[in-house]
C-alpha cells in the first residue's frame, strides 16, 4: 500500500501546483517553462506508475463501509460520461465552452462511482484521493479567471462523444482482466 499511497502524493500533488498559481510561478522562473513541464511530465509518470504498481501489489484491505448498490448498477454509464468528458477537455467544442472544466468533472464522476462501488481500504484510498484532488483542483480552477477563448465547434463535441464511447466500451471489455471486476456482460 505504501507504492500506491507514495505514487498518489507524486502524482496528485504535482497536479496540484497548477492550482496554486504562485507555486508554478516560481518553478517556472527557476527552471524556466520547458523545464518545469519536463519536472512536471517526469514526476507525473513517475507517480502514474507508482499508482499502478502499488495498486496492483496491494491487498484489498479490510472493507470500510459496504458498497451502495446503485453505485455499481449506474458505473458504466457515469464512467462513460467521464471518458467523454476527459476527451471533451482538450477539445474546441461546445462541452468545453460550456463546462469550462470538463476533465474535472469527469474524474470526479469516474472516481466518486468507483468509490461508493468499492468500500476496500485499497480502493478507498486510491478513488478518494482522485476525488479530493478533483474537487480542491475544481474549486481553484473556477476561481482564478479562464484564459483559453476560442470558438467552439460542434464537430470537437461529436469526436468527443464517439471517442469517449469507444475508449469506455474497451475499458470495461478488459475490466475484468485488468481488475477483476466485470462491470459489463461483454468483459473478458
Given at each position: 500500500m505504501t507504492l500506491l499511497v507514495v505514487g498518489l502524493i507524486l502524482f496528485l500533488g504535482v497536479h496540484l501546483v497548477p492550482a496554486i498559481p504562485a507555486?508554478?510561478?516560481?518553478?517556472?522562473?527557476?527552471?524556466?517553462?520547458?523545464?518545469?513541464?519536463r519536472y512536471f511530465s517526469l514526476a507525473s509518470g513517475l507517480g502514474f506508475l507508482l499508482i499502478i504498481v502499488g495498486f496492483a501489489m496491494s491487498e484489498r484491505g479490510p472493507q470500510l463501509f459496504t458498497?451502495?448498490?446503485?453505485?455499481?448498477?449506474?458505473?458504466?454509464?457515469?464512467v462513460t460520461l467521464a471518458f467523454i468528458l476527459l476527451a471533451a477537455a482538450n477539445m474546441r467544442g461546445y462541452l468545453r465552452a460550456t463546462l469550462r472544466h470538463p476533465m474535472l468533472i469527469g474524474v470526479l464522476l469516474w472516481s466518486g462511482v468507483h468509490f461508493l462501488?468499492?468500500?476496500?481500504?485499497?480502493?478507498?484510498?486510491?478513488?478518494?484521493?482522485?476525488?479530493?484532488?478533483?474537487?480542491?483542483?475544481?474549486?481553484?480552477?473556477?476561481?482564478?479567471?479562464?484564459?483559453?477563448?476560442?470558438?467552439?465547434?460542434?464537430?470537437?463535441?461529436?469526436m468527443s462523444v464517439v471517442g469517449g464511447i469507444?475508449?469506455?466500451?474497451?475499458?470495461?471489455?478488459?475490466?475484468?482482466?485488468?481488475?477483476?471486476?466485470?462491470?459489463?456482460p461483454f468483459s473478458f
Open positions: 507555486w508554478r510561478r516560481a518553478l517556472v522562473t527557476r527552471h524556466g517553462e520547458d523545464g518545469y513541464k458498497p451502495v448498490a446503485g453505485a455499481r448498477m449506474v458505473a458504466p454509464l457515469l462501488a468499492n468500500g476496500s481500504t485499497r480502493a478507498t484510498i486510491l478513488f478518494g484521493a482522485f476525488f479530493v484532488w478533483a474537487v480542491l483542483d475544481l474549486v481553484a480552477a473556477v476561481s482564478r479567471p479562464s484564459t483559453r477563448i476560442f470558438a467552439p465547434q460542434a464537430k470537437y463535441d461529436a469507444v475508449v469506455a466500451l474497451a475499458v470495461m471489455s478488459v475490466h475484468r482482466w485488468l481488475f477483476g471486476v466485470s462491470v459489463v
